[in-house]
């Protein structure tokens, strides 16, 4: 079945970096557009960013110019680079294959 396992998630100080890694397996990872999805505090599920097979991005509004999405097919991983970060973008970081989410990764952004 779908497998996914965030990691990389922690406490940086604002204008800091963290890159997250999603291993994923169960399924053909290199087929099909892979997504990094959050959720604040309080607030739902916000979409992040995505990657489809083409190797083409997209991102939210929010995230545009410090966040870049990566996938190596020979590893089966996501990743998601984030600098500059802002104490908004504190949430739990999830990956996703359709409706299938992994358990998540907490980023905070506090000094």
């Known amino acids: 079945q779908v497998k996914l396992v965030e990691s990389g998630g922690g406490l940086v100080q604002p204008g800091g970096s963290l890159r997250l890694s999603c291993a994923a397996s169960g399924f053909t990872f290199s087929r099909g557009t892979m997504s990094w999805v959050r959720q604040a505090p309080g607030k739902g599920l916000e979409w992040v960013s995505s990657i489809n097979t083409s190797g083409s991005t997209y991102y939210a509004d929010s995230v545009k110019g410090r966040f870049t999405i990566s996938r190596d097919n020979f590893k089966n991983t996501l990743y998601l680079q984030m600098n500059s970060l802002k104490p908004e973008d504190t949430a739990v970081y999830y990956c996703?294959?359709?409706?299938?989410r992994g358990q998540g990764t907490q980023v905070t952004v506090s000094s």
């Open positions: 996703r294959k359709d409706l299938i």
